[in-house]
């Protein structure tokens, strides 16, 4: 059973930075997709960052520059370093992978920036 589990959110100051971390209980090697998400109050879910099984990643314009996302297959891990956190990036995010025509969807991190 796949599943996963996201961490370090929380509370930062505008212009901060926090790395969120997804650990994955299987193999991430053969996952045809890989990302992360948020969804603010109010606000539909949307795809904040992406990486490709070949290393390719992709933003979402809003955090292109400030959002690094990456991915450590050995050990079963995807980040989302996010610098130059704004008050409009507080949201729940989610860590996403697809798998074999599955998705997957970890519980969700709290990230709050204010001051």
């Known amino acids: 059973q796949v599943q996963l589990v996201e961490s370090g959110g929380g509370l930062v100051q505008p212009g901060g930075s926090l790395r969120l971390s997804c650990a994955a209980s299987v193999s991430i090697f053969n996952f045809n997709a890989l990302g992360w998400y948020r969804q603010a109050p109010g606000n539909q879910r949307e795809l904040v960052a992406a990486?490709?099984?070949?290393?390719?990643?992709n933003y979402v314009d809003s955090v292109k520059g400030r959002f690094t996302i990456s991915r450590d297959i050995a050990k079963k891990m995807v980040y989302l370093q996010m610098n130059s956190l704004r008050s409009d990036d507080t949201a729940v995010y989610y860590c996403y992978g697809r798998r074999n025509r599955e998705d997957y969807w970890g519980q969700g991190t709290q990230v709050t920036v204010s001051s």
């Open positions: 990486i490709t099984p070949g290393g390719t990643t």
